[in-house]
Each structure stands twice: as C-alpha cells, then as structure tokens.
C-alpha cells in the first residue's frame, strides 16, 4: 500500500463514523424539517402516502397570521429572555468575576464560585418542579410569604406569568456567564495590571481600561449564547408552567413541541416554527464567525 | 498583590454581595431538602419555610421502593456513560484526522460539525422523531443512544481538533520514520496526548445528557427506558400536591449530580468556559 493511499484510508477510518452519525443525526433533520414545513404532512408514513402534497408557504403565513398570535406571544418571550440574559446575568456574572478574578475578598473565592454555579448542572425539570411548588398554587412558598405581610392574602394568577419564569431563568444562569467572564479575566497578563497599579492607576480605571476592553469580544459572543441559550430554553418553563396560563409563558421550542406531541397533531405549523428556530440559527452562526473575525486577536 | 489599598467599605459590600449571591443561590436548594423531610400533612399545615421538627424518613422509603428509582437511575447511568465514551472516541478520532490529515475536504466537513454547535434539537426535533419511529428504534435505549452521540459530536469535534492542532508535527513525523502508520500514531500517540481535553468533553456531555429531557422522554414510552429527569417530570404530574413525597424524589435526583459536581466542579467549570468562549 502507498503511503498516499494508507493517509486516505486512515482518514476515512478515522472520520467516517463521526460523520455518519453527525449527518444522520443532525444535518438530515435540519434539511428535512424544512422540507416538511413546506408539505401538509401530519403524522402517518411519510414516503408513497398520497395524502402529502406540497403547500408551499402556507403553514408559514397560516403561523404569521392566525388570530390567537401564539407565535408573537412566543418570539416575544424568547427576546424577555434574551433580555435578562443581556440586562441582567451578563452584567451580574461580569461583577462576580471581576470580584473573584481580582481577589477583592481574600477566602473563600472557589466556595464562592463552587455555589454560585451549582444550580447550571441541575437538570432543568427539578428546578422547573421545584420552583413550580415555591411560587405557584395555595401551599406555596410565595404565599407564605405573603400571608406574613397580609393574613388574608389570597392565591390568584399572577398577571404577569413570565415574571417567574424569568426570575428563576436569571437565578439559575448567572454563574454561567460568571465561569465564561472569570476564565477570561484569569488570561489577562497579570504584569500588565501590575504595571498599571505601579504608574499609580486605581481600582477603577484598570476595570475600565484594561479588563472591559480585554473582554469587548467576550461579552459580544456572551450575548450572542444568550439568544442561542434562549432559543433551547425548554425543560425548565415545562416543567415550571408547561407554558401556561393559556399559552402566555410558551417560547418557540416549547410552541413547537405542544404543537406537535400534546392534543391533536399540527405536524405543518411545528415545522415551521422550527424553520424559523433554524433561521434564527444561521443567522447566529454568521454573527458569529463574523464577530469572530473582528475580536479574533482579542479573544486568542 | 494585596497591598492595594481597598477602603474598608468597599470591602464589606463586596462581601456582602457574595455572599448574599451564594446564600440566594443555594437556599432553594436547601430548603427542599430539609421539606422533603416533612410529610405532605406537616408540609401543608405549618410554617413552609420552618425545619421539619420531626424529622420523618417515611418518603424516602416510598420514593425508593414504590417509585423504582433504582431503574430510571440505571438508565441515566446508560445514556450517560455510552454517549460519553461513543462523543469521546469518534471525536478524538475525527478532530486528529481533521486538524493533521487534512484533505481537500476537511474545511467543508469540518465546517459542518461547527455550524452544529449553535443549533438547536428542538428545531430538528420532529424528524428526528419520525426517523427514530421509521427505523423500529421507538422505544429503545438505541433510538435515544444514536441522537444522543450525534448532538454531542459539534461540541467533541471542535474541542479535539483545536486541541490535536497544538500537537507538533515533529512529532507525528519521528512515528511515522519509526514506522508507526497513522492509525497506530492516534492510538498510541495522540490519543493518550489528548486526554486533558478527552477529560473536558467527558464533563460537558456527561453533564449534559445527565440532563437531557426532552429527547429520551419523546422517544420512550413507559417507565422501561426512561430516565431520572422523565421520572421528575411524571411524578411532578402524578404526585400534584402530595408535597413530601414529590420533594423527596426531586431530593434524591438531585444527589447523583450533586456528588458529580462535587467531584469534578474545578474540570466542569474549566470545560463549560472552554467550550463557551469560541463555540
């Protein structure tokens, strides 16, 4: 055998297996949801069934136009999320890291740390039953806590459902941002902030100048996880409210998964709001490398 | 490094916020603990942020016998401990191959597995269900397997190609002069060399198919082949307001993970951070 063709074979043994299952599994899927959203297929055999046909657009106009507007209601939770992600836990992780990159406490910095992330490897459906028991219904802990400032409090549904959510959302995915801020914070070159500390800059000016443009890159890719975090947001409102009351706590993967697998099946409109979760994905993938470009030598 | 001077008040409110973030985090967490031993009666009746005063073993003996716990805890063991090995394996193997045997083709194969990074399995979530269904794999571990090694391939690939890249061609060279062909170079070479990022993927899908919910819940049915988030989703439903009991299954599927990230929380941070930062 040549040394040209075992480097071919080798590359083929080595590669293949990945990229059977990786195309399969997934780059398949992806094209083939978006052909299905263009037929009026609802369930039964998909090949020589002579009931598909293809429709174009209408499951998509069908989706934009329908009275209930259950696809806005959708989209505009998934940007609420996208908002406290940007607003809230970029913000809040950003602080924490820079309390615990530049040692402002002296013990306890890993303890810190250790907690704050602990509540990102819990699986999302405990935290979304959990946090189901604190806030909603007569034995709840919020009521609880109500009744000690007003003993003839009352249950009644919140007016504003994606409150909760959100709150629980923020509390559970601050440290992820934290852990991304502080493993950058930690490759600034210390001399760098020594030298600044030595031709006498503060506290406040080394944040400013230093770590905030070091991390300009690492903030923009943060927000751009944030949308990406918030489009696979699933586990935890299902299990929290299962996107009720009536539909108002419902983001797009959960829209898609009602309309497909609870009630009677709408198999064309679940494909296409997956179409537009895709979308919404490409549309990242190019922010990103783009952004990639620009912060390249930033970011390394 | 500490002879900067930070005035005494900007100490105390960096503490305090510290530790008001770490008290505010963990709290929940323990408070279901200490309700879950409580029964629902006791739960419903006093005071729902008290201790229990009685402290009452009696859901822990339901949870684990009635509930056969012990089987959706082997399932997770399962979908975990496969897809691990399976995403570590495949992708040391195609990030080696991709970062130093590189063929025309390896920037458009490659390419793909990045952009599989940013997707989402909900948005491939129905065919991959009819695919599952198509193939006679509804209802078994394989048909929650296959995806499972698929999904995770992105992340894998990436990591261990940016990580092979580092390797010195040298290296591979004085192997290859030595007469070791390129497969016996990747087991016997790079591999090994790759075990610290082997070690971060191991975490990060770990972790992440510990989790995993919506997937293995929609391709099993029954109790069978399902896991410890399904049982949670099934007992919250099940159970509705018989609160002791339905805080100590969330307490006991919790204790898994917890002794998890009690192990290994330094490599989980250091993984999730790497694989953020670029993905």
């Known amino acids: 055998m040549t040394i040209k063709g075992e480097k071919r074979l080798s590359y083929a043994a080595l590669v293949l297996p990945a990229v059977i299952i990786y195309l399969t599994v997934v780059a398949f899927p992806t094209v083939f949801s978006v052909l299905l959203s263009l037929t009026n297929y609802n369930g039964g055999r998909i090949f020589g069934n002579p009931n598909i046909s293809f429709v174009g657009l209408k499951s998509y106009i069908w989706m934009f136009t329908e009275p209930s507007g259950n696809f806005y209601t959708s989209l505009a939770n998934n940007l609420l999320i996208v908002c406290v992600s940007v607003f809230g836990q970029i913000p809040l992780g950003f602080m924490l890291a820079y309390i615990l990159s530049r040692k402002l406490i002296k013990r306890g910095n890993s303890l810190f740390q250790t907690m704050i ?29 109500r009744r000690l400032f007003n003993p003839a409090a009352v249950f009644t549904i919140n007016t504003n459902p994606m409150a909760p959510v959100l709150i629980v959302i923020l509390w559970m995915f601050t440290g992820f941002y934290m852990i991304i801020f502080l493993a950058n914070m930690q490759r600034i070159d210390p001399a760098v902030i020594e030298a600044a500390r030595i031709d006498g800059a503060k506290e406040g000016r080394i944040l400013l100048h230093i770590i905030l443009p070091a991390l300009s890159g690492v903030i923009v890719t943060s927000a751009i ?37 609870q009630g009677a099946p709408n198999y064309p409109l679940a494909n296409a709001i997956s179409t537009v979760m895709v979308l919404i994905s490409v549309v990242l ?13 930033k970011v390394d | 490094m500490d002879n900067r001077n930070i005035s005494v008040v900007t100490k105390v409110v960096v503490y305090v916020v510290m530790i008001a973030f770490t008290v ?31 402290w009452y073993v009696g859901n822990y003996k339901f949870v684990w016998n009635q509930v056969g716990f012990s089987n959706f805890f082997m399932n997770s063991v399962i979908y975990s ?14 990030g080696f191959a991709f970062a130093k045997l590189r063929f025309k083709i390896t920037k458009l194969l490659h390419g793909l597995f990045i952009v ?36 995770g391939l992105p992340m894998g690939v990436y990591l261990c190609a940016d990580f092979a890249k580092s390797i010195h061609d040298e290296l591979l060279e004085s192997a290859r002069i030595d007469g070791a062909r390129y497969l016996r170079t990747f087991v016997s070479i790079v591999f090994p060399m790759c075990a610290p990022v082997s070690v971060t993927l191991a975490i990060i899908t770990f972790t992440g198919t510990w989790n995993e919910f919506i997937l293995m819940n929609l391709m099993t049915a029954g109790d069978k082949y399902k896991a410890i988030p399904a049982a949670v989703g099934r007992f919250a439903g099940a159970l509705g307001s018989d609160y002791g009991k339905l ?7 919790l204790i898994p993970i917890l002794i998890f990230y009690a192990l290994f929380r330094n490599q989980i941070t250091k993984g999730v951070a790497a694989g953020a930062v670029k993905g």
């Open chain 1, 225 to 261: 996880l944030a949308i990406s975090g918030s489009l696979k947001t699933f586990d935890l409102i299902y299990a929290m409210t299962s996107g009720g009351p009536a539909g108002q706590t419902r983001v797009l993967s959960l829209y898609m998964y009602l309309s497909a697998f």
């Open chain 2, 247 to 253: 805080f100590t299954s969330l307490t006991v599927a």
């Open chain 2, 116 to 151: 599989g990074i940013l997707l989402t399995l909900q948005s491939i979530l129905i065919p991959l269900f009819l695919m599952v269904n198509a193939a006679g794999l509804y209802n078994t571990r394989l048909g929650v397997l296959i995806p499972y090694i698929g999904l």
């Open chain 2, 24 to 54: 505010l985090t963990v709290y929940p967490i323990f408070w279901l603990v200490l309700q879950s031993f409580k029964t629902s009666q006791v739960y419903m009746t006093t005071n729902k942020l008290s201790f229990p005063v009685n």
């Open chain 1, 285 to 297: 993938i190019v922010i990103t490398r783009w952004v990639g470009g620009i912060f390249a030598e």
């Open chain 1, 117 to 145: 992330y602990l509540p990102n490897v819990i699986s999302p459906i405990i935290i979304g039953v959990l946090f189901n028991a604190i806030i909603y219904g007569r034995n709840s802990v919020l009521m609880e806590i």
């Open chain 2, 81 to 94: 401990v496969v897809t691990v090995a399976a995403v570590v394996a495949l992708a040391n193997m195609a």
